[in-house]
């Protein structure tokens, strides 16, 4: 069993700068994909990034594309999401999310393990 919990959400003027935290315990992520997706107020949750644990390979949304980083600690056991350049339409609930295998996907129900989730909101 894995638990995923996630920091680093907060109240950021459009522009700014955010760092999303996932620290994973119950086991490694060695051998997993962590991903990174979003719930708008309305809206389906949907895929921002994801890092193919054991590989470091990454993958983007276009919406995240040049402005936000996916990484990974091995030491920490701990994923990132560095956002830059913030705009108030990414203003959601962010979540991360683990899959078992290396493989990576961007289909929600791919992921076997999800956080509780942190809101981002980005004012104007």
């Known amino acids: 069993q894995v638990q995923l919990v996630e920091s680093g959400g907060g109240l950021v003027q459009a522009g700014g700068s955010l760092r999303l935290s996932c620290a994973a315990s119950?086991?490694?992520?060695?051998?997993?994909?962590m991903g990174w997706f979003r719930q708008a107020p309305g809206k389906e949750r949907e895929f921002v990034a994801a890092?193919?644990?054991?590989?470091?390979?990454?993958y983007y949304d276009d919406s995240a594309k040049g402005r936000f980083t996916i990484s990974r600690d091995n030491a920490k056991n701990t994923g990132y999401l560095q956002m830059n350049s913030l705009k108030p339409e990414d203003t959601a609930v962010y979540y991360c999310?683990?899959?078992?295998?290396?493989?990576?996907?961007?289909?929600?129900?791919?992921?076997?393990?999800w956080g509780q989730g942190t809101q981002v909101t980005v004012s104007s």
């Open positions: 890092i193919r644990w054991s590989a470091g390979s990454t």
């Open positions: 119950g086991r490694t992520f060695i051998g997993h994909t």
């Open positions: 999310a683990a899959k078992s295998g290396g493989t990576s996907s961007r289909n929600r129900n791919d992921y076997n393990y």
